[in-house]
């Protein structure tokens, strides 16, 4: 007798546990509270709603992976690349400009090319600006470093002989500012930037330089 009802106080106990734990309530708000996930099991038809990824908009930094598009290795160890010089004014500001090509190690033409335009009044006091292609990743860097413009300045930037093919579908390319230390990326705003995934070509129109000093492309 007192076997049986053992058992039997055993199963009211466990059943009691598992309905408490099935109906359980969250403690937080309905304000605070996330909704339930949604579970499929293999071979449902029924789809969950997962999260999609957040977005990033110009002028917004994120340090997550971000792929940068790398220039083709040189066919010739030349020290590929060039450099550019120019005295911005803080009456009429100024403009820079270079240009430079290569053959590729699979035998294209590589050309890269940019125009960096500062507006009237961007800078606080007349300043020697430096532009270089960075010779790794398709971009530029300016130096002095950290210089800052009250008003944004303008990249144009053109390369062609890229290796792009393995571009995703549907995911845009954007020029970021890459930050080594801490590992940051910002993006930055542009007109517009295009790609052509079978000529190799990537073209940036009017992307707003607010401060230096290295800018890639990537996505």
């Known amino acids: 007798m007192n076997r049986k009802l053992t058992v039997l106080l055993v ?3 466990f059943l009691l546990v598992g309905g408490c734990s099935e109906n359980s309530q969250s403690l937080l708000s309905p304000v605070d509270s996330s909704p339930p996930a949604t579970s499929v099991n293999q071979g449902s038809n029924v789809k969950g ?3 999609e990824p957040t977005a990033i908009q110009p002028g917004q930094s994120t340090n997550c992976a971000i792929t940068l598009i790398p220039l083709p290795r040189a066919l010739w160890n030349i020290g590929q690349g060039t450099s550019t ?3 911005i004014t803080r009456s009429s500001g100024g403009k820079l400009s270079a240009n430079y090509s290569y053959m590729s190690v699979l035998g294209k033409k590589v050309t890269v090319s940019a125009t960096f335009t500062v507006p ?4 606080n006091q007349d300043t020697y600006v430096t532009m270089s292609f960075n010779t790794l990743n398709v971009g530029v860097d300016f130096i002095p470093n950290g210089l800052r413009f009250n008003v944004p300045a303008e990249l144009d930037f053109s390369a062609s ?3 792009i093919a393995s571009l995703p579908l549907g995911v845009p390319v ?4 890459v930050n080594l ?3 940051m990326f910002e993006k930055q705003n542009a ?3 295009s790609t052509n995934k079978w000529y190799g070509t990537l073209v940036c129109k009017d992307a707003q330089i607010k401060h230096f000093s290295r800018y890639a492309f990537g996505y």
């Open 11 to 13: 199963v009211a106990v």
């Open 120 to 123: 009237p009044g961007a800078v």
């Open 161 to 163: 002989g890229l290796d």
């Open 49 to 51: 709603n997962a999260p």
């Open 181 to 183: 230390y801490p590992w």
């Open 85 to 87: 010089t120019g005295l």
């Open 174 to 177: 954007s020029l970021w500012f």
């Open 191 to 193: 007109l517009s930037i």
